[in-house]
């Protein structure tokens, strides 16, 4: 996978494209994708999952937005209940994982981080599913082996306090490199689960390790998830945090909090996939929703009227506040477990980061 990271980089930090021969051979392995069975058309499948009339969905989402997308997906279905199960990243593969091993198959859908959701194929925990129309999602969101698609992006931003930074007398950050000045030693906050944060930048900068050693000189505070970096953030307990989640820290600006942000680059940017858990106790219903939840419709809703989340739809309107495709961005990709492990352990040692 780390392989593969230059053709995941696009603007000005360059672009790699398949050579004819790879393009092709990625196509013959789609159309090799094969399904379980399913009804043939929308109308079919539509009365197929309306008289299985149930559909569980294990979903990493923050409990809001997960609500917020039932309630519009039963908006268009109304007859097919959702009984979403929300839990955290990393309980998301020993939950399935230890369920399936027993000869339990509770859940019809999976979504989550791109890594959690690797682990799971691995353990063969999901079915193929493709959806109808991958061509209009952006290259290398959409799984080559038909296990996953793109739900949504995050992307990670540097955020400030713009009330703690002027009473601080600082210059708001615009980069990485900003905060490793003197002026900011104690004065800004990390999230010490912010992984991908820590690989992206790893990859994205040549000279990644001697940077975090010199963020991790001036002293960050330490806070446990990107939603808590945020609201940390607003109460004053720092003055700026270079792991906001994109989406957050424009909503909460957007909703007159002391919160203001800028998009690094490249802008770093991570996966969180859906897929059809195997052997799906409802199948159809499962495909409805994935259908729903990946289409047009069900992207703009999550763009916009949910949680303000990304989608890798290139037609599907997001907020160029936080996603512009043309911008120099990185997608990170999923660490094999060996790879993870190994940057578990120097992110932490790097950062004096307990555990």
Known sequence: MFGRMPERLNGKHGRMRFSFVARAAGALLL???????APSGPAALQAAAEKEGTVVWYATMNTKDLNDTVRAFNKRYPKVNVEPLRMGSAQLPARVVTEQR??????????????????LVAAGALDKYR????????????????YWTSLYMNTTVIAWNPQRVAADHLTPPRSLDDLTAPAWNG????????????????KADKNGPDLMRRLAANKPSFVAGHTQAVTQLET??????????????????????????????????TLNPAGLAKHAPHPNAARLLLGWL????????????GGGEISSRTDVQNDPRIWNPKAPYLLVPAPDAATYNEAVRTFRQTFGIPG
């Open 187 to 202: 004065k800004f906050g990390i999230d010490t689960g912010a992984l991908n944060w820590y690989l992206g930048v790893l």
């Open 131 to 146: 959806v109808a129309d991958a061509n209009k999602f952006l290259p290398f969101t959409t799984d080559p082996n038909g």
């Open 31 to 37: 159309i090799a994708v094969t399904t379980a069975a």
């Open 102 to 119: 027993g000869g339990k198959y509770n859940a019809d859908v999976f979504s989550g981080d791109e890594f959690q959701l690797s682990q």
């Open 294 to 305: 990946l289409s047009r419709e069900g992207q703009q809703f999550l763009a916009k009227q």
């Open 236 to 269: 004053g307990e720092y003055d700026a945090t270079p792991t906001a989640y994109g989406y957050l820290a424009a909503a909460e600006k957007a909703a007159g909090k002391p919160v203001d942000f800028v998009n690094p680059k490249p802008l770093l940017v």
